[in-house]
């Protein structure tokens, strides 16, 4: 059986200050309950396409020219940023952003300030974002600038699952970590998807990693997909390994 598709990317332009034409025609699928990986390098357009979707361009000076963003089968661009984030996706931005004076702990909250929930679930939340990330609960009482780049990953994935989203939009995850924290931080990515079943949409540039924990993969050139494919035959693809693996 084949998963439902919840958001679905179809054939995007993304112009910005009306004249920087950078996506030239994205389309892309990403099924309820995966791990889909958009990768390529520097200024490929993987950011551009998460803003996208997120509804995020506008403050860029950018704008979708051409083509649709459905997600559950409803046009999503032209929708305010905050109607994004309620029909259950959420963008974790490249770079992190947290709120550096706040506490780990009163930043994790701020995730959950859309919710109309009570607060019994919403301690709940808190300790299931802690058992994925005890580095944050151990850190709950730290102002957040002055914690280290993987921990202020780890805080900005963690106020993204405290909003209960259904998907997340995550850009480049790996940014500035060393090998062993990237490994880490995939690892706890992958987890959330299996056991709390939140899909995943993820742009990076390490093509390794990302092969190794997406279940599918967009390959991103100069506003174009170049290929796309299940992550496992990409890896064994003599042009992915040659070009993004660095193997030949
Ligand atoms: P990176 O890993 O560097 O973020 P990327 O694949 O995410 O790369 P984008 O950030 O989407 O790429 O950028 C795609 C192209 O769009 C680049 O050429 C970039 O210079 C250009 N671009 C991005 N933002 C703007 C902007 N606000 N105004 C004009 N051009 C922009």
């Keep these: 059986v084949q998963a439902e598709t919840l958001l679905e990317v179809n054939n995007i332009e993304v112009i910005y200050n009306h004249v920087i034409l950078v996506l030239k025609g994205v389309s892309l699928k990403v099924p309820k309950g995966g791990i889909t990986a958009l990768l390529g390098g520097n200024g490929a357009g993987k950011t551009t396409t998460l803003k996208a979707v997120s509804n995020l361009l506008h403050s860029e000076r950018g704008?979708?020219?051409?083509?649709?963003?459905?997600?559950?089968?409803e046009v999503m661009h032209d929708q305010d940023p905050a109607e994004v984030v309620r029909k259950g996706v959420i963008q974790v931005m490249e770079g992190r952003h947290c709120f550096e004076h706040l506490t780990v702990e009163e930043n994790l909250m701020t995730g959950a300030y859309t919710r109309a929930d009570g607060k019994g679930d919403i301690q709940r939340d808190l300790e299931m974002v802690y058992s994925y990330f005890p580095r944050l609960k151990e850190r709950r009482k730290s102002q957040a600038g002055y914690t280290s780049g993987g921990e202020q990953?780890?805080?900005a994935m963690g106020r993204a699952l405290m909003s209960r989203p259904e998907t997340i939009l995550l850009d480049e995850p790996s940014m500035g970590l060393a090998p062993q924290l990237v490994e880490q931080i995939f690892?706890?990515?992958k987890s959330i998807n299996e056991n709390e079943g939140v899909t995943f949409l993820l742009a990076e540039q390490n093509t390794n990693v990302a092969?190794?924990?997406a279940h599918y993969g967009y390959i991103l050139e100069s506003g174009r997909v170049v290929m796309d494919g299940p992550a496992a035959e990409l890896?064994?693809?003599p042009d992915?390994?040659?070009?993004?693996?660095?193997?030949?």
């Design 63 to 73: 704008e979708v020219t051409k083509g649709s963003i459905k997600y559950r089968g």
């Design 153 to 155: 990953q780890m805080v």
């Design 187 to 189: 690892g706890i990515v």
């Design 211 to 213: 092969l190794r924990f």
């Design 235 to 237: 890896r064994e693809n």
């Design 240 to 248: 992915v390994k040659e070009f993004y693996l660095g193997m030949s």
